[in-house]
């Protein structure tokens, strides 16, 4: 935890507020608690300097291309058409601007990964994929084997999101039986066919190195058959045929159709359950996450910053980000425990606890671990991915 400001409403006192600036290049910040992660959060958009004389003046500055739009990177925005093309052109204002190689980057508002493919192959794009846009799951085994498919790990969990005050989801057991009759190992090998790593825990290998062998076993299917009846004896339900009707959720774009009827699959063979499959546009679809209008909902995170707290705060109250209604004290305890731990690897262990927690109660069912999957013009080079997933520029050129 760290004190930013005492409220959002602008009327606390300067010296409240724990940061100053003591001169033209040196910003202070008095934090509360211990922050490992302080210096992480720095570099995570939303503590971005904005200009306050711009911001001041040009309330909806960052709404378009302009002269009041302000930048502080290796390029600098210079074209907006809205819903087709971004135009970056590189910032001779920039600190570092004699390293930066490239003029200009012109980003095409693509909607199909098909059209996407299709011109980076006819030399009108020079890259495809994330983490931009996406490739199409049919081209992914024939860009492999031409040795055009790029990979590269990624801070972030693919799960499926439980409505926990849904019937029959408001039971553990039941929730632990449709998690462990999947095999993800399948669907990263079939489906989505992108490197993916199996996860059967959340917080991703990149941040505890352990959980690249998980927290419980993939595709038990004995183990979530006894779970289901143990369950369904808890609930009252005589047989799995008197179970409400279950409806999975999906927005809709190819990877989490594909995802979706592979898990309907997967429930209806080893579980003898029946799943609708619901498909939206994915603003009705959000907003109906949000609002709870759902049973089962395909999600997931990707990391703001290079911690675990960053996944696992999440789920410390039914608020934000937490779809799923579920809440524990014991959790929240462990999370608020470990925001005033000093020790390094105590710290990290009472995280860990926690996240043992969270996978028992299972709210949320992981699949797999993210990866940044790409195709590219061979001639552009050293577009940096980071561990999060974003590309960076700056040091890119064509051979």
């Not at 703001?304 to 799923?324: A, M, S, W």
């Amino acid at each position: 935890m760290m004190v930013l400001c005492k409220n959002f409403s602008g009327k606390a006192k300067p010296e409240e507020i724990g940061v100053k600036a003591t001169d033209d290049k040196t910003l202070v910040v008095q934090l509360e608690n211990p922050t490992p992660f302080f210096l992480e959060l720095t570099a995570f958009y939303s503590y971005f300097p904005v200009n306050a004389k711009v911001a001041a003046a040009h309330p909806d500055w960052a709404k378009d291309a302009g002269p009041n739009y302000t930048s502080n990177g290796p390029f600098k925005l210079a074209a907006w058409e809205h819903k087709n093309k971004l135009v970056l052109e590189k910032n001779e204002h920039y600190w570092d601007a004699d390293t930066v190689k490239l003029t200009k980057i012109e980003m095409n508002i693509i909607n199909d990964a098909n059209t996407e493919l299709s011109m980076l192959e006819n030399g009108d794009l020079d890259w495809a994929g994330a983490p931009t846009g996406n490739l199409p799951l049919d081209a992914m085994q024939t860009l492999k084997e031409k040795g055009l498919l790029e990979i590269t790990p990624k801070a972030g969990t693919y799960w499926y999101e439980f409505n926990t005050e849904q019937k029959p989801f408001n039971n553990k057991q039941i929730r632990q039986a449709f998690a462990y009759a999947i095999s993800r190992q399948d669907i990263v090998d079939n489906v989505t066919q992108g490197g993916e790593l199996v996860a059967t825990a959340v917080v991703p290998p990149t941040m505890f190195a352990e959980n690249g062998q998980g927290l419980f076993k993939d595709n038990d299917v004995e183990k979530a058959k006894q779970l289901l009846a143990e369950g369904m004896k808890e609930e009252g339900y005589a047989s799995v045929d008197k179970l409400p009707p279950i409806t999975l959720s999906c927005n809709t774009e190819e990877a989490q159709a594909k995802i979706a009827q592979a898990v309907q699959d997967m429930w209806q063979k080893n579980l003898g359950v029946q799943v609708k499959l619901e498909n939206q546009e994915w603003n009705v679809y959000y907003e109906n996450v949000k609002n709870g209008k759902f049973q089962v909902a395909r999600m997931g995170w990707t990391g703001d910053f290079n911690d675990p707290i960053n996944f696992l705060e999440i789920f410390r109250t039914k608020e934000g980000n937490n779809h799923t209604r579920w809440e524990s004290k014991a959790y929240a305890d462990l999370l608020a425990q470990s925001s005033k731990e000093k020790d390094a690897a105590k710290r990290k262990a009472i995280l860990q606890e926690a996240e043992k927690l969270l996978v028992d109660e299972m709210p949320v069912i992981p699949f797999y671990f993210k990866s940044t999957v790409y195709a590219k013009n061979p001639r552009l080079k050293d577009v940096v991915i980071s561990g999060l997933g974003h590309a960076q520029y700056k040091w890119a050129y064509f051979e």
